[in-house]
């Protein structure tokens, strides 16, 4: 049993008299009751000053007496109450983590790489932790996923628990359990040591977490690619929403705790975090990651124990930049970055050059995916601009030019030839391919002519390693998103894909895979479906040149893990399309563990973790009720949080329909062993399928009061539930989802902006449908050798 708190961010009200707001800051003096039996424990941010003081007057209850805190605001404020037992680290007593006493096993890893990143964060921060002990604890129910409470974090158990042995944890998840770790303990700086004077500025607290996040996991992983992953989970992620019109800038101004709940909404708050880190990300490489490190530094320092705002960063920043000569003496860190907190969406940067006058111009747009929002917006950024040209030099990301806003930058070969311009400047008159944004340091798109987009494609067929690897994967997202808002052909797009045969490293293929899963996805229900499939498999084929089985990946993890990434993402794909033996031998692998399966001990599983998702899915898929029932056992009987999340995906791969109506009907009973944590996890695995979409979204219709007043499917998640119907494709079903809005409108609160980019999103797809679907499938057909019609 457990009693553990979750303020975040406006119901410490809720526990205790106070003024719950973050710019309100205050020392907390906690007292904790409990049994008093050695099982029973409490924790709270400071360390205990005395324990098991006798209750007054109730007999087998003790006091727990802690230190008075620190100056923190309210929602940092932490107490738990519980049974668990605890790890230290091997390096730092204080550092402790904790779980129920059959998980006490899996935290050996938390306790030890997290005192180590802990111990980088110091050194990056140039300040040491400022309280006296850490503790971390593993809960079996929590939707928050991780909260960043002062010296007492909690998080979700799959989040922070891993398996020694490694035949239960993969490596995608042992990369989160790192990421995340990494996120809570940078906020116990940025966030907790200085706080948001109020919650408009709540990305200053998640924007550089999500960001440093990625640097502390390198101190626990050094060889994992870490920042390539950022360009393809954050970057080009946040991208596709951004991309909307019914966006929204970072920076918003908040009133009241239904706005304030927005911000935390499960998919907004995750897309704007990984649309904060991006930006300062950019940040770090247009100043320089020496002056960005020396204004944050100061900044930090200054506004210890205090709260701040946004412009009290861009101060510091702006005194370190001009110090440190990293930006034109007539720009200002908050003039820039202005642009990029305050407007709505991001830029697409144009490249034209023009062999003629021997000059290249640059001009910029906002982005979109809808052409009629083109035509109607203003909105201009201050842009970083970089180049590459016909070298392998891509290291270099700080800015040697800025796009201003309404001023197109025009290059001339006199310009070029500059001696105050560095040398890897391109020349524009030559024939050399140009790329912009080196490593997609950038939080833009980039567009270039037909020559050079040409260029790029032979280079890439010729020898793709001349471009960095990040390069490929940003010019392959950004050529299949110019395509799908109709910017470029897709011939132009899907011609680059031409080379993959050759790709050993993984983001491009990611970036490839994400972007060809929209076509899927609009395509699935057409005539045309088929010959898309037949061209998966061709693409599919020259990517398995080194094509392993899936029995023979091997549990244990590589020093590269995007190296085994590539190989399950393309494994996946050949389940998919129906590529090779993945199909049968996913079969095999689950028939087999069905056999062999042992109810005393349902963890002692016989399949790779790294592609349990894979065996676990297709097992099902290929299936009946026999193999759908024996998931829904293992999801009974297993102990692990981490399982019980594979088994819930798993279910919802069946291809029987009646089986997914039964699974929702089992989630949504009130008496349900589906976690409440998990119920929006079922409900979009089901709504994501082709088979289950329109089952799932009948079901919403028919029992939206029933879930918002059970099931909390109200602000909080409702853009776990609506978003997964973005991939809806006709004006019908455009025109349900706004009768939907309508009929609840009075229900969804501020969560209607989820059911607007829904709507946006269908409209989109029904435009794309009807401009593209007949050439693309007839560009398909020819590829696919079935000729003209």
Not at 113 to 132: N, R, S, T, V
Not at 387 to 411: E, M, Y
Not at 636 to 644: D, I, V
Not at 743 to 757: F, H, I, T, W
Request: net charge negative.
């Amino acid at each position: 049993y457990m009693g553990v708190t979750q303020f975040q961010a406006t119901d410490a009200r809720r526990a205790f008299p106070c003024f719950d707001e973050p710019g309100v800051k205050a020392k907390f003096n906690v007292t904790l009751g409990r049994k008093n039996t050695d099982d029973w424990t409490t924790l709270s941010n400071m360390d205990a000053i005395a324990e098991g003081v006798p209750h007054e007057t109730l007999d087998g209850y003790v006091w727990d007496k802690y230190a008075v805190s620190v100056d923190m605001s309210t929602y940092l404020v932490a107490f738990c109450v519980s049974q668990f037992q605890s790890k230290t680290s091997n390096t730092n007593d204080k550092f402790k983590v904790w779980a129920r006493s059959d998980m006490i096993g899996r935290t050996e890893f938390a306790a030890n790489e997290g005192a180590k990143i802990l111990k980088f964060f110091e050194e990056y921060f140039e300040i040491d932790y400022p309280l006296p002990k850490m503790d971390m604890l593993a809960l079996t129910d929590f939707s928050a996923g991780a909260m960043e409470n002062w010296g007492m974090i909690t998080y979700r158990e799959e989040y922070l628990l891993y398996d020694p042995t490694g035949r239960t944890t993969s490596a995608s998840l042992l990369q989160r359990i790192i990421y995340i770790i990494a996120h809570e303990l940078s906020h116990q700086w940025f966030g907790n040591l200085v706080t948001p004077k109020w919650w408009t500025d709540l990305w200053l607290n998640e924007g550089f977490a999500s960001y440093v996040e990625y640097l502390g996991s390198q101190e626990s992983r050094k060889d994992w690619k870490w920042m390539q992953l950022f360009i393809v989970s954050e970057v080009q992620d946040v991208m596709r929403v951004d991309s909307l019109e019914s966006s929204h800038p970072i920076y918003q101004e908040v009133f009241n705790p239904d706005q304030i709940k927005e911000l935390f909404d499960r998919i907004s708050y995750g897309k704007g975090e990984k649309k904060r880190a991006t930006i300062i990300r950019m940040m770090n490489n247009y100043l320089t990651e020496a002056t960005f490190k020396k204004g944050l530094i100061s900044y930090l320092k200054d506004k210890s124990f205090s709260n701040a705002e946004t412009e009290d960063l861009w101060r510091y920043l702006d005194v370190a930049a001009h110090d440190d000569k990293s930006l034109p003496d007539d720009l200002s860190v908050s003039q820039i970055m202005n642009t990029w907190t305050g407007l709505t969406g991001f830029p697409v940067v144009t490249l034209t050059r023009d062999p003629k006058q021997n000059t290249a111009t640059l001009t910029q747009a906002r982005f979109f995916l809808q052409q009629s929002s083109r035509d109607q917006s203003s909105e201009q950024w201050f842009i970083p601009i970089n180049f590459n040209a016909a070298i392998d030099d891509f290291n270099r990301t700080s800015a040697s030019h800025w796009l201003r806003p309404n001023t197109p930058l025009t290059l001339t070969d006199k310009d070029l030839a500059s001696s105050s311009l560095d040398s890897w400047i391109p020349d524009p008159a030559k024939n050399n391919w140009v790329i912009v944004n080196a490593q997609e340091t950038g939080y833009y798109r980039v567009n270039y002519d037909a020559t050079n987009w040409a260029m790029i494609q032979a280079q890439l067929e010729a020898d793709h390693t001349k471009i960095s690897t990040e390069n490929r994967a940003q010019i392959l997202d950004d050529a299949f998103n110019l395509a799908r808002a109709g910017i470029i052909s897709y011939p132009t797009a899907l011609g680059l894909t031409k080379y993959l045969a050759k790709e050993q490293e993984f983001i491009p293929w990611r970036a490839t895979a994400n972007a060809l899963a929209y076509i899927d996805k609009m395509l699935e229900r057409s005539a045309g479906y088929g010959y898309f499939r037949e061209y998966m498999k061709t693409l599919l084929n020259g990517g398995l040149v080194e094509f392993e089985k899936l029995e023979d990946i091997k549990p244990e993890y590589i020093d590269d893990a995007t190296q085994l990434y590539k190989n399950v993402l393309i494994q996946g794909r050949a389940c998919k399309y129906n590529v090779g033996k993945c199909k049968r031998d996913a079969s095999a692998q689950y028939k087999k563990w069905m056999t062999n399966y042992n109810e005393a001990l349902p963890d002692n599983t016989i399949i790779s973790p790294n592609v349990k998702y894979i065996v676990y899915c297709y097992g099902v898929a290929n299936g009946g009720e026999e193999e759908w029932n024996h998931a829904w056992r293992h999801y009974t009987k297993t102990n692990l949080a981490s399982e019980k999340t594979e088994m819930l995906y798993a279910m919802a791969c069946t291809e029987e329909v009646w089986l997914l109506s039964k699974f929702l009907g089992m989630t949504f009973n009130k008496n349900s062993t589906v976690r409440s944590q998990d119920v929006a996890r079922v409900f979009g695995s089901i709504a994501r399928s082709v088979i289950g979409r329109s089952l799932a979204f009948e079901y919403l219709l028919n029992n939206f009061v029933y879930l918002k007043e059970n099931f909390s499917v109200g602000i909080s998640a409702m853009g776990s539930f609506i978003t997964p119907f973005s991939t809806f494709n006709t004006p019908a079903e455009a025109a349900r989802m706004r009768a939907f809005k309508e009929e609840y409108k009075n229900d969804l609160g501020s969560g209607a902006r989820a059911v607007d980019q829904a709507i946006e999103s269908i409209e989109i797809n029904a435009q794309w449908m009807a401009k593209h679907e007949a050439t693309l499938t007839q560009w398909l057909k020819e590829q696919t050798g079935h000729g003209s019609t």
